[in-house]
């Protein structure tokens, strides 16, 4: 146990790293997914090639994605922008079906009755369909932050420092304690990011939690009109 | 005006199949301020046929007039902003509080907040909802207030057109007749140029200024007043489906004449049993209360204390002097006396007729004279105020 008290400070700073690491691709790749999830329901034609062709992207394994990246971008081996975009590469191969879901959540009479009263395409999906597709789009982004969270731990294989070190370091030294704290350390931080995605469709669904009262108990009086 | 010319509407077909009609070659003007309904089975074409109005559906062919604006030439979301648009289970937003459902459209057309929440909250007045429903989720109201809430929302731009697709189908029958006559009495107040889909013939003659009857295949039957629809269906189709008893419906079109009253004896609620009795020699005597309203016949001979309201038969109906042909006669035939109890416009009793006067009325041959000369079969003379003659008629009758 002293061994966790004498490290962590750098236990921190991994954690934050690997943090990093998930999370900004997780926003980035959801800002990426919602356009092209959005297309593909627009164009039923393409729709195919834009899911399927980005949930292939899912099946390449990670630590060829992380090898292949300096070759495709041009950087360094060991620079972390080879990281983010291949985790932003997961996250919207991940998340493209996602959107298209919910997106298909929202009923189509609401749809329908969005432009009767006259959206354009653009403000209906910003200002009605985004904001009702929010549960399922949720539940997609928590499945993603958890897969991010696993997969950048690979990562380390590649040299570059995040929670994911203390299990190579650990499996290397024949040392339990270390690959434990990798391993919590993973569950911890997807926990969080597990939590921090429920707050936000709780924030953005006041409506989800109204209930149906049916207009009943406590609801005021129908009045007749006069 | 709506005006619809020659519009048609192909829907390519399932591989293999013909294309199909859904609307075809449909020409039909609905007049500025009056309600047109369009009614017809299922699948006859009647919601494509509002969707072309505000362009949601393209036609195949044929144009659609607005105030003599063709609207193939707007711009579509403009458009569809100043045409009020119900559908049913009304089509709310499920993440909008009502208010901010009802100020939808204002919104869209650039109003401040703060001003289209105002004129949501005046929308909600009309429609007969209290002001706290408006921080409600749609879903914590009953299908009839939502149903309400739509139509908030589909007049808060004070747009001049309105469509509504079944706006009524989905609520209980109840709820369904108070929706309609509270929209009755809106359009009185607002002249709304309205086109209204329902494939129930009854909502369609209730509410129609017109009605235009559609067959599958999306071709019109026939476009009439209601009270022409009933009395002469084109042909058998229409008639199949204007339905039965048309006869008797189509008496809540003929406004009554004014009609020779009996003078009947009356006594108020809490009388003893010897007023009531000395009141009249008949079995069936007609209790009013203190303002004067009709609240049901007692049998005097069976009384045994002062008149309370367990005493009532309230099976009659009572109609209002200036009813139409259906109501007073209904008043008539449900009286258990035989006699009709009409009332004048503030509910107080006027007077009784019986049905064979309401139907020596009905059938003399029109242009005769609409004064019943005194000394009719019931010997009664005329009830001297609150009698007059109107066209059209309210086919409302209520229970006392
Ligand atoms: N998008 C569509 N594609 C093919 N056929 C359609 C489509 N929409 C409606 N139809 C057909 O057009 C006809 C009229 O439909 P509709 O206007 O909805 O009828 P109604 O509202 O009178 O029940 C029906 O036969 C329906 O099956
Ligand atoms: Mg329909």
Redesign the pocket.
């Known amino acids: 146990m002293t061994w966790v008290w004498e490290h962590l400070g750098d236990i921190g700073g991994y954690a934050a790293s690997h943090a990093l690491l998930a999370g900004i691709p997780l926003v980035v790749g959801l800002a990426l997914a919602l356009p092209l999830g959005w297309l593909a329901r627009r164009l039923p034609r393409v729709a195919p090639l834009i899911v399927g062709g980005s949930g292939l992207l899912y099946t390449i394994p990670s630590l060829a994605l992380f090898i292949l990246m300096p070759l495709v971008l041009g950087s360094k081996i060991l620079d972390a922008i080879n990281v983010y975009v291949a985790m932003t590469i997961y996250t919207v191969a991940l998340l493209v079906r996602s959107v298209v879901d919910a997106l298909g959540s929202v009923p189509e009479s609401t749809a329908l009755a969005a432009t009767a009263m006259g959206y354009r395409r653009l403000g209906r999906a910003l200002a009605v369909e985004l904001p009702l597709a929010v549960p399922v789009l949720a539940s997609g982004l928590r499945v993603a932050a958890v897969s991010n969270v696993s997969i950048v731990s690979v990562a380390s294989l590649i040299g570059y420092p995040q929670l994911g070190y203390y299990l190579t370091d650990g499996y290397q030294r024949s040392f339990p304690l270390e690959i434990g704290v990798g391993i919590v350390g993973c569950v911890l931080l997807a926990l969080v990011f597990d939590l921090a995605i429920r707050g936000a469709e709780w924030a953005l669904t006041p409506w989800a939690r109204a209930g149906s009262s049916g207009g009943s108990g406590r609801a005021p009086k129908e009045v007749a009109a006069t | 005006m709506i005006r619809f010319e020659g519009v048609t509407k192909r ?1 390519a077909g399932a591989p293999g199949h013909a294309p ?1 009609v ?1 609307v075809d070659d449909l020409t039909l003007e609905a007049p500025t301020g009056q309600i047109t309904v369009l009614v ?1 089975p ?7 046929t509002l969707r072309m109005v505000n362009r949601m559906i393209t036609p195949t062919s044929g144009s659609i007039w607005l105030d003599g604006r063709d609207t193939a030439a707007l711009d579509e979301a403009e458009l569809r902003r100043g045409i009020g648009y119900v559908i049913q289970h009304a089509g709310l937003f499920p993440h909008r509080t009502v208010l901010d459902n009802v100020a939808t459209v204002p919104r869209l057309l650039g109003w401040d907040t703060a001003k289209a929440r105002r004129r949501a909250a005046e929308m909600l007045e009309l429609v007969g909802l209290e002001a706290a429903y408006g921080g409600r989720y749609p879903s914590q109201l009953s299908g009839g207030q939502q149903q309400r809430v739509g139509v908030a929302r589909a007049l808060a731009a004070d747009p001049p057109v309105m469509l509504m697709d079944e706006p009524f189908s989905a609520v209980d029958p109840v709820v369904r007749e108070q929706l309609q006559d509270e929209f009755l009495r809106l359009q009185r107040e607002l002249g709304k140029t309205i086109l209204f ?1 329902t494939h129930d013939i009854d909502e369609a003659i209730k509410l129609g200024d017109q009605v235009a009857v559609l067959r599958v295949g ?1 071709r019109l039957a026939q476009l009439d007043t209601p009270a022409r629809l009933l009395a002469d269906p084109v042909d058998d189709f229409v008639a199949d489906f204007v339905g039965r008893d048309r006869g008797y419906r189509a008496l809540g079109f003929r406004g009554a004449p004014p009609l020779a009253l009996r003078d009947e004896p009356t006594v108020r609620l809490g009388a003893g049993v010897g007023a009531a009795r000395a009141a009249t020699t008949d079995r069936w005597l007609l209790v009013l209360d203190d303002a004067g309203a009709p609240v049901g016949w007692v049998e005097p001979d069976r009384l045994t204390g002062p008149i309370g309201p367990e005493h009532l038969h309230r099976g009659g109906t009572v109609a209002r002097v200036d009813a139409s042909y259906r109501a007073v006669l209904d008043a008539a035939l449900s009286a258990p006396s035989g006699r009709g109890v009409l009332v004048d416009e503030s509910g107080r009793f006027a007077g009784t007729v019986t049905a064979n006067r309401v139907v020596a009325a009905m059938s003399r041959p029109a242009g005769a004279s609409q004064v019943d000369p005194a000394g009719g079969e019931d010997g009664a003379g005329t009830g001297a105020d609150g009698i007059r003659e109107t066209a059209g008629g309210d086919p409302a009758g209520t229970a006392t």
């Open positions: 829907y199909s859904a017809g299922s699948g006859c074409g009647k919601t494509t889909v999306g």
